[in-house]
């Protein structure tokens, strides 16, 4: 059987396999902990091309298996970073590379360079490149190709460190600018969103989903991570401490070298947390017993609340005497931290942020809403010094280190605003740099450039084939049918892909960017994902729908119920809340592995078309980002979030075990 590995789709994470500039693979590799780790890039994909034949490819690297996955060996070192596998049988395939693709004619012994697209050999902006392929026969194939376009980052916090900015972004990245140009400097990418960044004993602690990595602020790379937490989103440093929230309500203590110290429980979903001088305590913005919960910062032991309605952003005054929370969507209050007791309030607009000058004089405050500005106010009365009006809503404010200049994180508009306090002049610094290709790991990309290609000698050479609707994935069932897709819209094909017809478009959401990846179980039978660029808090928008008549009728059978941009049907099994990589493998059988809030892996399998589906059991890994069968029974995962190559296999849904394809 054609089998093609199957990678994740999701925009928040299109860095995951963007990791060109780590280092060379490094065998020997532990799991993470608080001791220094090796800069070690994590596997992209996994394909078998027959039950013991597979392989697996990520930065610079391929590897194969030939007794079904009980060890593997190297089969590939270069300088193409593969993320896809095609397999037309046990000989022939390709491997698609971010910029490149190879081909094997010895079932994956030696990999040799394959023909783009006019030759081309990297992406730009007005030079396409080849995003993933289908081999049907040792020669003929099919791939989607589309140009390379600025990413946006989605910057979510900043700080600044001497005369750089660090910007943390959903994107995945760490972005280095220069203060006064605002050029990047450099990217720092990683297998999950930053969601926050402060200076820390030194380094610069990142919150990226369920870990805190401590980066290097002058080289930009990271000198060790901890795992600790569902989805970290929150952090402060105080006392040789550093404090984290994750989504799950608790908050770790943690020292500057990584070590965990502590972790205690709050039913808050904030991210908001800030820690008094010598981190003695540490307070929590806990909007769902309408508190801010205060914990001793030495032993995470709770003390008494103080009782604030619909808290939100927090901030401590230098001294740690006086806390200030904003209160719904247009107050803020200012309290006694030790008794709660209100000293005053301001109606003010919608905090997204606040933040205390050095002195504790000043208090500036990020404001959404109708209007999207900068204020300071002044701490001791919270009368309004001034306001400045920005282009889009701001968060994650951070001062210089002189405090003459504010920063904030505008995520609508992927840039930060600068903003010097004497003058109030504001300036835009872009957060985002260089390109990125359109993909499925950017659904929030246009999809209209995607094209279908067609080789007939085996990948050496390629000609686009005309579409009746853009394309963004293709599967051929066998050298007549198959099926491509694109946005909304299904196509198929019975003359092996020189005439494409419309055969579904899917009830979506017009206003949402979405993008389609389909899978062939037969030449009758086809799956197809739709992910949604839209995204909540904690979920994102995807749906599965199968055909069994060759795209007459599609039914859908799985999909995240929380998001409103499709019709919903109880009835459909819910397998996460974040998408993930689908893998199909005959008539009925097929693998979805989402996740849980992008941070607890939460596969789900079915073998009748998707009308049962069998969760499995607890995956110790935050997210998939590619997955594949190697039989009926038996189903394989690259796990995402970790910085080592690893795979998870199960047999006949039993527990995922985890497999190091090197020694």
Not at 13 to 38: D, I, K, M, N, T
Not at 105 to 126: F, N, Q, Y
Not at 161 to 182: E, H, I, P
Not at 257 to 267: C, D, N, Y
Request: net charge negative; glycine share 12%; proline share 7%.
């Amino acid at each position: 059987m054609k089998l093609r590995s199957s990678i994740r789709l999701d925009s928040a994470r299109a860095a995951v396999w963007a990791l060109v500039a780590l280092s060379a693979l490094v065998p020997g590799l532990g799991a993470w902990g608080a001791a220094a780790a090796p800069q070690v890039p994590a596997l992209q994909s996994v394909v078998f091309a027959t039950p013991r034949e597979g392989f697996a490819g990520g930065p610079r690297l391929i590897v194969r298996t030939e007794n079904g996955g009980l060890s593997w060996e190297v089969a590939y070192r270069g300088s193409v970073d593969v993320r896809e596998f095609t397999f037309a049988n046990a000989h022939s395939g390709l491997a698609v590379g971010v910029d490149a693709v190879l081909r094997t004619a010895d079932g994956g012994r030696t990999w040799l360079p394959a023909g783009e697209p006019g030759g081309r050999s990297s992406c730009s902006p007005h030079s396409p490149c080849i995003l993933s392929a289908d081999l049907v026969t040792p020669e003929l194939g099919f791939a989607v190709e589309a140009p390379a376009m600025s990413l946006g980052t989605s910057p979510e916090a900043v700080t600044a460190v001497g005369d750089r900015l660090f910007v943390a972004n959903q994107s995945g990245t760490l972005n280095a600018l220069q203060d006064a140009t605002g050029h990047i400097l450099g990217s720092l990418p990683f297998s999950a969103l930053a969601d926050a960044v402060v200076p820390s004993a030194g380094t610069l602690a990142v919150a990226t989903g369920g870990g805190v990595d401590f980066v290097d602020p002058g080289g930009l790379h990271v000198v060790r991570r901890v795992l600790a937490g569902s989805f970290l989103c929150g952090l402060a440093s105080a006392g040789g401490r550093l404090f984290a929230a994750d989504m799950d309500g608790d908050v770790h203590a943690l020292t500057a070298q990584g070590a965990v110290l502590w972790r205690a429980h709050a039913p808050s979903l904030s991210c908001s947390l800030a820690a008094s001088p010598g981190g003695r305590l540490v307070y929590v913005s806990d909007d769902i017993a309408d508190a801010v919960d205060v914990l001793d910062g030495s032993t995470g032991r709770a003390r008494q609340p103080l009782f604030v309605p619909d808290p939100g952003t927090i901030a401590l005054s230098p001294d740690g005497t006086r806390l200030y929370v904003s209160e719904g969507e247009a107050e803020i209050a200012e309290l006694d931290a030790k008794t709660g007791r209100l000293l005053q309030e301001s109606t003010i607009g919608t905090p997204t942020g606040l933040l205390l000058g050095p002195a504790g004089r000043v208090l500036y405050a990020a404001l959404g809403g109708a209007r999207n500005r900068l204020a300071a106010l002044d701490a001791n009365t919270l009368r309004v010094l001034w306001t400045l009006p920005l282009a889009a809503a701001p968060q994650g404010l951070a001062l210089s280190p002189d405090a003459r200049l504010l920063y904030a994180a505008l995520p609508q508009d992927d840039a930060v605003a600068r903003v010097n306090i004497a003058s109030h002049a504001a300036a835009r610094l872009l957060a985002s740099g260089g390109t990125e290709v359109l993909d499925r790991f950017n659904p929030q990309l246009p999809a209209h450039d995607g094209k279908l290609l067609r080789t007939v000698d085996g990948g050496r050479g390629w000609t686009v084939q005309a579409t009746p609707t853009p394309v963004q994935s293709v599967c051929m069932a066998n050298a007549a049918d198959g099926f491509a897709a694109g946005a909304d819209t299904v196509l198929r094909t019975s003359d092996g892909g020189r005439a494409w017809r419309k055969v579904f478009a899917a009830p979506l959401h017009t206003g949402v960017t979405w993008f389609a990846d389909v899978r062939c179980g037969s030449p009758r039978v086809a799956w197809v994902e739709f992910i949604g660029a839209d995204a909540g808090l904690c979920n994102k928008a995807f749906i599965v729908y199968r055909t069994s008549d060759a795209g007459l009728h599609w039914a859908a059978v799985a999909e995240e119920q929380y998001m409103t941009d499709y019709p919903t049907s109880q009835a459909v099994s819910d397998p996460g809340s974040y998408p993930g990589p689908l893998a199909v493998f005959g008539t009925g059988g097929a693998l979805i592995a989402a996740s849980a809030c992008g941070s607890r892996l939460t596969p789900a399998e079915t073998s009748d078309g998707g009308r049962v589906w069998l969760p499995s059991t607890t995956v110790l890994a935050p997210y998939a980002v590619s997955a594949a069968f190697s039989d009926a029974r038996t189903a394989w995962l690259v796990p995402g979030g970790l910085n080592r190559p690893e795979l998870l296999e199960s047999s006949q849904g039993a527990a995922w075990q985890s497999i190091r394809p090197l020694p």
